[in-house]
């Protein structure tokens, strides 16, 4: 992802993993506090769920709406969308500590439209902000409604078990705009450090900190110090609480401290351009897959209609994807067949329990072709739909060449400048051979790995990249 940083958090050996910490904060949070156990599959009180859309992403990737009612949510809102009363039940408002949604809050309490409301922000709220709130609510009439305000440190989206990002796109965009006011940049860092912060609070654990000296990533690592620092200051017991490791199981072995290493995106520019042969980055890149949900082309039965986007969604539940995402596009191509194969196998099997004496042995067959059905209906739709995904993906291949520009740019470090240029120039002159983003592309990556480069050189590929329309 085209963040501005990159930040890796080393840690020996976790029990739970940070998908299993934030969603248990999450699932805290449902049950009306930080108390209970968060592993009820269902809950004593129904209530609603109000979010703004990043708290929405935020839970969006580890409950599902399944999920949430189990947990008692019977309605699940956007804070900015017209909402209808509903005085019987409590209210669970999972917001960013914004002005808007302070004002959206009290806005809330003073048209009644919750029994009572528990407010938890995915990050700490600002003093002023949680003093606007408290004053206003007073003037509303409505303070006796609130039941609680919490500060959850969870403002960050968990991708898998082992990645996570801080879901600010345009960051790396906006902390190099040169239109940027200083106010704005320092605003931008704190929501960064906001997110980090939420990691380390999550984990409960004290990192080591280490970055390079200058530019944005210095500037995040001293001012998230400077925010713990605070915290354990400020908060006593309740800080060490947060970072008590061994509170929520997330043992360091040997008691020593994590490593937290925070790098600006420039150390690797070369990474964010590339084309790429493995299967989910491919599916990052080519079919714009956004916290694990994408839109693919699908074909209909109707080979003169044009092919229909449909919606996926994938995650660390699916078998195929937790065993392919990282193997070259090659092996899941082949990895695809293999798993049809073996689903009609089994389905054949099933269809064949019982054997010449069925009579006999229909009840057991039954049952266990019962007990299977669930896992054989989503393995069926786990691979109709890594079916589709390998389709769109090898229609995109050969539509744009892809398979050349990834060959290209594999071997530009190995080679030399004049053979790169040469085979570089020859996708650009054919005009079929990738978009013109695909060809900027290479440009740039074969100017940030040959750096001897001449204006001349440059310059010809410039013209050829022209002559294509760019």
């Given at each position: ?435 013109l983003a695909d060809k900027l592309r290479a440009i740039m990556i074969l100017v ?23």
């Amino acid at each position: 992802q085209a963040d501005v940083w990159n930040a890796s958090l080393w840690v020996p050996r976790m029990a739970q993993s940070i998908l299993e910490l934030q969603k248990n904060a999450v699932l805290r949070m449902l049950n009306l506090g930080d108390g209970g156990d968060q592993n009820l599959s269902t809950a004593s009180t129904w209530k609603v769920l109000v979010y703004d859309k990043f708290c929405q992403e935020v839970v969006s990737l580890l409950l599902k709406v399944g999920g949430l009612r189990n947990h008692g949510v019977t309605l699940h809102l956007n804070i900015n969308s017209e909402r209808l009363p509903v005085a019987d039940v409590p209210a669970v408002y999972f917001v960013e500590p914004t002005e808007q949604n302070i004002q959206k809050i009290v806005e809330d309490l003073s048209k009644n439209l919750y029994e009572s409301c528990y407010v938890n922000f995915a990050s700490a709220i600002p003093r002023p902000l949680l003093e606007d709130l408290a004053n206003n609510a007073f003037q509303t009439g409505g303070a006796q409604k609130v039941a609680g305000v919490f500060d959850r440190y969870i403002s960050f989206v968990s991708l898998s078990p082992t990645l996570f990002s801080l879901n600010l796109p345009a960051a790396y965009m906006t902390l190099h705009s040169t239109q940027l006011e200083e106010r704005v940049m320092r605003q931008y860092i704190e929501r960064i450090v906001d997110g980090l912060l939420s990691i380390v609070a999550t984990m409960r654990v004290l990192p080591v900190i280490r970055c390079p000296p200058g530019e944005a990533a210095q500037m995040i690592a001293e001012r998230l110090e400077e925010r713990i620092r605070e915290l354990l200051n400020r908060s006593g017991g309740v800080a060490a609480e947060l970072f008590a490791a061994a509170r929520t199981g997330a043992e360091v072995p040997g008691g020593s401290r994590p490593l937290l290493i925070i790098l600006d995106r420039d150390i690797d520019l070369v990474t964010m351009l590339s084309h790429t042969w493995t299967y989910q980055a491919m599916v990052h890149d080519v079919l714009g897959m956004r916290l694990n949900k994408m839109q693919v082309p699908v074909e209909s039965d109707d080979a003169s209609a044009p092919p229909k986007a449909r919606s996926y969604d994938v995650d660390d539940q699916d078998s195929f994807w937790t065993a392919h995402a990282g193997d070259q596009f090659p092996e899941v191509l082949n990895a695809v067949p293999k798993a049809i194969e073996e689903f009609e196998k089994k389905r054949a099997e099933m269809a064949n329990t019982g054997g010449e004496d069925g009579a006999q042995a229909l009840a057991p067959g039954l049952a266990a072709a019962i007990n299977a059905l669930p896992e054989m209906t989503e393995k069926k739709r786990s691979i109709d739909m890594h079916t589709n995904i390998a389709h769109a993906l090898v229609a995109e291949v050969k539509a744009r060449e892809l398979d050349r520009y990834y060959e290209l740019e594999d071997q530009l470090p190995s080679q030399s400048l004049g053979t790169s240029i040469s085979q570089l120039e020859q996708l650009l002159n054919a005009s079929q051979k990738g978009t013109l983003a695909d060809k900027l592309r290479a440009i740039m990556i074969l100017v940030l790995t040959k750096p001897s480069v001449s204006q001349q050189q440059l310059q010809g590929l410039v013209d050829a990249y022209e002559n294509t329309g760019g």
